[in-house]
């Protein structure tokens, strides 16, 4: 048998490789100018399957999710296991806008950082939940953090906030955040308009236009917050962590685009149980030509 023409030819090379064609998704190291690593991913099947509902990637932006909205990802500190994040709808020093509050999933991995401070704006002394009669005499008192009274008068110093043209007063900090069980802040049913949340002074205590405005998260790779073996091994090895099959058991996705079990090394792939390791791409493609010598000759 003679193969007539060219694509006669690639098609049955096509066909004689298709194992080792098999592909998975191929995993990034990066999502826009933010480094992407273990518990993070850039898709389905990759990082923590723990982690993949709330931290997303969609065209180069990351985002962390809740079950209210989506907030930019400013950056990620993997020394300190910290992600900081930012809210478009909350008051800094440069801008005061109306916001309905900042919420976490009750299950999701992420709790406050200690150096994260909320700052209630515009609350009403009236009827607003966080405040109180001071014992019968004409005048409240709010219950939250009487140390952030500075906190309050700095952000009241900005031009943006003073147009609230409003006692300070009504500021009301929490720090360390608490936001109980639900882990929500709702301005809302606090009756206040707005917020602000800062997670650095920058050495600038005194200058509120110099703060980092967003919020800092915490995170932990598990129950003992130890780094898996497995994953050290698949990222010494070029590759990046993640999940798959029904069990979202931990796998290797590798620069060539093939999941492994333990490294990019030497592993077996878990799709459609097909096992191959980077020598073995070689040696396929050698029988695969000898293959077609032999259907040549016949």
């Known amino acids: 048998m003679i193969f007539k023409n060219s ?40 990082g923590d399957p723990r982690f993949q509902p709330y931290v997303i990637c969609n065209n180069q932006q990351l985002s962390f999710k809740t079950h209210t909205a989506c907030y930019p990802v400013i950056s990620i500190d993997y020394n300190y296991q910290v992600m900081y994040i930012s809210d478009p709808s909350m008051s800094t ?25 909320f700052a209630l704006l515009d609350c009403s002394t009236d009827s607003s939940p966080i405040y109180k009669s001071n014992g019968g005499v004409n005048s409240t008192f709010p219950m939250c953090d009487s140390q952030g009274a500075p906190v309050c008068s700095l952000l009241y110093s900005c031009q943006a906030i ?16 608490d936001l109980g069980p639900a882990f929500e802040m709702d301005l809302e049913k606090l009756h206040c308009s707005s917020y602000s949340a800062l997670y650095g002074f920058s050495n600038q205590e005194l200058n509120p236009q110099a703060w980092k405005y967003g919020v800092a998260l915490k995170y932990k790779f598990n129950f003992n917050n130890d780094y898996p073996d497995m994953c050290a091994s698949c990222e010494k090895s070029n590759g990046v962590c993640g999940y798959g099959g029904p069990y979202s058991s931990f796998v290797c996705n590798c620069p060539s685009g093939f999941n492994t079990t333990n490294d990019c090394f030497l592993g077996s792939s878990w799709n459609n149980s097909f096992r191959i390791v980077p020598w073995q791409t070689g040696i396929l493609l050698i029988n695969a030509l000898g293959w077609f010598i032999v259907l040549v000759l016949m």
């Open 7 to 46: 694509s006669t030819f690639l098609s049955c090379i096509v066909f004689l490789l298709l194992p080792s064609l098999i592909t998975s998704q191929t995993c990034q190291k990066t999502c826009g100018s933010i480094p992407i690593k273990y518990p993070f991913g850039t898709g389905p099947g990759c």
């Open 93 to 117: 020093c440069a801008c005061t806008q109306p916001s309905k509050g900042f919420s976490l999933d009750a299950n999701a991995p992420f709790s406050f950082h200690d150096d994260t401070v």
């Open 162 to 177: 003073s147009r609230l043209n409003l006692p300070i007063s009504t500021c009301c900090v929490y720090t360390p955040v």
